[in-house]
């Protein structure tokens, strides 16, 4: 039986006259760890975007392995996607600055925990056990993920690297059967990404789910994944294993080099 979860084929995307992606069609299975790369501008982002409905496809078609069936991504909006088992990080942090770790993650968890408008206003005790509900799948996320000694501090508080995992952990929060990562290491130092590497391989042990990665640190993408994906002008240049993928002459013409980072 095949363990594909995700198949997109023949994605493209235009701007106006330009093509972020062209004719790319990829595939992650159940409970793998992919690296997508490639130089700035090659298209990364933009097909992250395009598999998690954050922009829609011009192209091509994106289904979804579920219990139900094979399930058609495209055309869903985001918050069906994420509901549908997709979610994702940007390369930007994007936290609720101002509140709590907390509550950070309390908020991520609410497509699963459903309170009704009558429950919220009147204060109902299905209301309170809901919540209650909540704060301890939260703390039980925080504890695992060593953040429970910075529970109750405002999320701007925390050091960057810090930060970087707690959007992962509200990106864990939805329960999702496919984690996008759009470069988790950028502008951290090496302990940081140290941990980060620690703490990748903890999620996909720990939570049996696939992971894709988007990483410009060679290094941590090499040590990290188990197939990769490059991608070149929007298309899709190479796929293999991080051993494959160092021995291609076309990726390491494009790419590598002799550096360590591309
Ligand atoms: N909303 C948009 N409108 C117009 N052009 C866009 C848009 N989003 C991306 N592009 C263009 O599409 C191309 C691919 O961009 P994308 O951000 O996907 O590349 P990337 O591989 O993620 O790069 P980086 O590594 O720098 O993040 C670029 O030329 C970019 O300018």
Known sequence: MSNRLLD???LVKNFGGLTAVSDVSVHFD?????GLI?????GKTTLFNLLTGVTPISSGAITLATDQGVQTLNGQRP???AQAGLSRTFQNIRLF????????VRIAMTNHYHETFFGSIFR?????????AMTTAAQNLLGIFDLTTVADQPAKNLPYGIQRRLEIVRALATKPKLLFLDEPAAGMNPEETADLTRLI???QHDFHITIVLIEHD???????????????HGALLAAGTPAEIQKNPAVIKAYLGDETTC
Do not use: C
């Open 124 to 132: 109902t005790p299905a209301f309170y056990r809901t919540e209650a």
């Open 38 to 42: 490639g130089p700035n501008g090659a």
């Open 8 to 10: 997109a084929q023949h």
């Open 79 to 81: 918050a069906q996607i």
């Open 97 to 104: 600055k101002d509140l709590t770790v907390l509550d950070n």
């Open 201 to 203: 391989r903890q999620i």
């Open 218 to 232: 060679m290094s941590l993408v090499m040590t990290v994944v188990e197939r990769l994906y490059v991608l070149e």
């Open 30 to 34: 159940q409970n793998e760890l992919v």
